[in-house]
């Protein structure tokens, strides 16, 4: 299975303000995952961050409030921007198996706006 | 539409198996899994299992699948109070595409 290394943990942050989540897999993947799961619900996929190319955005959400970056096959940020109460979640990295029959997670990064 | 759906809530006393269900709409997916997230933390993969297939058995887990009835299960056998955690089903979709769909969790809790 892939090793994914997520971070911040957890933080705390003002309304208004922006965060940059770190996503750093141990081996080379093709698509990363951005999903968000909100308190008590279940995981909303953000977008997929491809390499060399913009992100592919679901719908209700978009480039100006979550920007990624894909610089190479194995690192993908997410920045949550502009933030507010309602943007407090976990928000999660993931990738797929080599053979693209699992999903496997990092251990995710819980937001606390205020 | 695609939802997948469990029930919010299960409580059994620690050595009694549990059973949490799923159902899905999906016909077309190709695998179903059980990840489990514990507080604070990502999802863990727990077991997943080919449409093809009716059972897997995975040390105390089994998943039963019923195609027919669209209908997923994990047995936790021997059930201890490190199994506390939420436990989501999720179904891939057809090749191709890459939205997995996730149920809503059910909220495990072992009694001791």
């Known amino acids: 299975s892939a090793v994914i290394s997520q971070k911040p943990s957890r933080d705390i942050c003002q309304r208004g303000t922006s965060l940059t989540i770190q996503c750093q897999v141990d081996?080379?993947?093709?698509?990363m995952f951005w999903y968000r799961q909100q308190p008590g619900q279940s995981l909303t996929l953000i977008a997929t961050a491809n390499q060399g190319s913009e992100a592919t955005y679901e719908s209700g959400f978009v480039i100006d409030k979550f920007p990624i970056s894909r610089p190479n096959l194995t690192f993908s940020t997410l920045t949550v921007s502009n933030m507010s109460p309602e943007d407090s979640s976990i928000y999660l990295c993931?990738?797929?198996?080599?053979?693209?029959?699992?999903?496997?997670f990092g251990s995710g990064t819980q937001l606390s706006v205020l | 539409g695609e939802d997948v759906e469990q029930s919010l809530f299960l409580s059994v006393r620690e050595g009694d198996s549990s059973v949490i269900n799923c159902t899905y709409t999906?016909?077309?997916?190709?695998?179903l899994y059980w990840y489990k997230q514990e507080p604070g933390a990502g999802l863990q993969l727990l077991t997943y299992?080919?449409?093809?297939?009716d059972m897997k058995q995975d040390q105390r887990l089994t998943v039963l699948l019923n195609k027919k009835d669209k209908h997923l299960s994990l047995r936790i056998a021997d059930t201890q109070t490190g199994d506390s955690a939420i436990y989501f089903c999720?179904?891939?979709?057809?090749?191709?595409?890459?939205?997995?769909?996730f149920g809503t969790g059910t909220r495990l809790k072992v009694l001791a």
């Open positions: 999720a179904e891939n979709p057809p090749s191709g595409t890459y939205k997995y769909i």
């Open positions: 993931s990738v797929e198996g080599p053979r693209g029959e699992k999903l496997f």
């Open positions: 999906d016909s077309s997916s190709t695998y």
């Open positions: 081996s080379q993947v093709t698509m």
């Open positions: 299992i080919f449409s093809n297939m």
